[in-house]
């Protein structure tokens, strides 16, 4: 109890600290937004997503341009589909362009290092954002402690299978550097516990319908699974479909992360037992205020870690994340506007 109601406190500090944007707006896919009249001085900020097969991706994106929009910067957002080599020819497309500041969410977080240097060599200013660009001595990085997420995915199922057991972990894909994080925090969370990990598998690419196949070798290898350590809330999402399958819904403990509203649902439902909640609206806000200061060479505040990157310790300003469970969903995700509580309790009525 204790624990969670101090990482209440670093959230809403965090998300105090930073300015509010306004009402956000949905952005198509590779666009240039601009303000309503075009200021040749205005700051120009170009982003590369890696795709937008997960969801939460798409809300970062419309906060982020947003965001950098009430600061008076234009945004040009490019899509890469998945492709490393797209989101290559898309970064130097941003340098030709002649950007003030680089944004970019990585396919491949070791794949990227030597167009990033261009990028800087250039003159412009980048961020790796929420994944960790390897060897590319980026100017920041703004993400949440991964690490974190991985300690509150093994202490939500210590917690909640005190009895020990076989589990499963399904991740995401092993290019993502953020997976390797999550991955050393739950094993260090879980390491002297009576729970063992007795399947492995990474989700290529994040497509969380490859978690389908993989939990139907697991089970049949290890029928008595007690808990499932899930990338996100996506891949947690074909995990639980399968398990009801297999009437094994709310029997066996799921984990995973994000705060998607459809985990917020099967939390209240009974069938997933965690989400490690990370707001991207104070993320992506953190993000646009942070290049405008950069590309107007001003100070940044509350940078508040450094991580290396294979070459030097970076900035890294590292948001909390909090795990939520049925026993504060009201307070986290509800009380603070990320869901409706008529979405969260559509399907159960609340207590």
Same mark, same amino acid.
């Given at each position: 109890m204790k624990k969670w109601i101090r990482n209440i406190g670093i959230f809403l500090c965090v998300s105090m600290l930073l300015c509010s944007c306004g009402k956000q707006e949905e952005v198509p896919e590779n666009v240039s937004v601009s303000t309503e009249e075009s200021d040749p001085d205005a700051v120009k900020i170009g982003v590369s997503f890696d795709s937008f097969v997960i969801?939460?991706?798409?809300? *970062?994106? *419309? =906060?982020?341009?947003?965001?950098?929009?009430?600061? !008076?910067?234009? =945004?040009?957002?490019q899509n890469a589909n998945g492709s490393v080599e797209e989101q290559r020819?898309?970064?130097?497309?941003?340098i030709d362009k002649k950007v003030d500041v680089l944004i970019v969410i990585a396919c491949d977080c070791s794949a990227l290092s030597d167009v990033m240097k261009t990028a800087s060599a250039a003159g412009i200013k980048t961020i790796s954002y929420d994944r960790l660009i390897l060897n590319a001595d980026t100017?920041?990085?703004?993400?949440?402690?991964?690490? %974190?997420? !991985? /300690?509150?995915?093994?202490?939500?199922?210590?917690?909640?299978? +005190?009895?020990? !057991? /076989?589990?499963?972990? @399904?991740?995401?894909?092993?290019? *993502?550097?953020?997976?390797?994080?999550?991955?050393?925090?739950?094993? /260090?969370? @879980?390491?002297?516990?009576?729970?063992?990990?007795?399947?492995?598998?990474?989700c290529e690419g994040w497509l969380a319908e490859q978690a389908v196949d993989y939990l139907e070798e697991a089970l049949e290898q290890f029928p008595d699974v007690k808990g499932i350590m899930c990338g996100n809330d996506d891949i947690a999402s074909q995990v639980v479909r399968v398990l009801s399958e297999h009437r094994l819904a709310g029997k066996v403990k799921v984990v995973g992360?994000? %705060?998607?509203?459809?985990?917020c649902q099967r939390i209240v439902e009974g069938t997933q037992t965690m989400t490690a909640f990370k707001s991207v609206e104070t993320l992506a806000k953190a993000t646009a205020r942070y290049a405008v200061k950069m590309a107007r060479g001003e100070e940044l505040e509350r940078i508040?870690?450094?991580?290396? *990157?294979?070459?030097?310790?970076? +900035?890294?300003?590292?948001?909390? +994340?909090?795990?939520?469970?049925?026993?504060?969903?009201?307070?986290?995700?509800?009380?603070?506007?990320?869901?409706?509580?008529?979405? =969260?309790?559509?399907?159960?009525p609340k207590r």
């Open positions: 969801e939460r991706w798409i809300r *970062d994106r *419309d =906060v982020l341009v947003s965001a950098a929009k009430e600061l !008076g910067a234009e =945004v040009n957002v020819d898309q970064i130097e497309y941003l100017d920041l990085y703004v993400s949440f402690d991964n690490r %974190g997420v !991985g /300690e509150l995915m093994g202490e939500a199922l210590i917690e909640s299978i +005190p009895e020990g !057991g /076989e589990i499963f972990m @399904i991740q995401g894909a092993e290019e *993502d550097n953020n997976v390797q994080m999550v991955w050393e925090g739950f094993e /260090e969370q @879980i390491k002297g516990s009576n729970l063992q990990v007795v399947y492995r598998a990474s992360q994000d %705060g998607d509203l459809a985990a508040n870690s450094s991580i290396n *990157d294979g070459l030097k310790d970076i +900035p890294f300003c590292m948001l909390r +994340p909090i795990a939520v469970t049925k026993e504060n969903m009201d307070e986290i995700i509800i009380d603070a506007g990320v869901h409706s509580e008529e979405d =969260v309790y559509l399907n159960v």
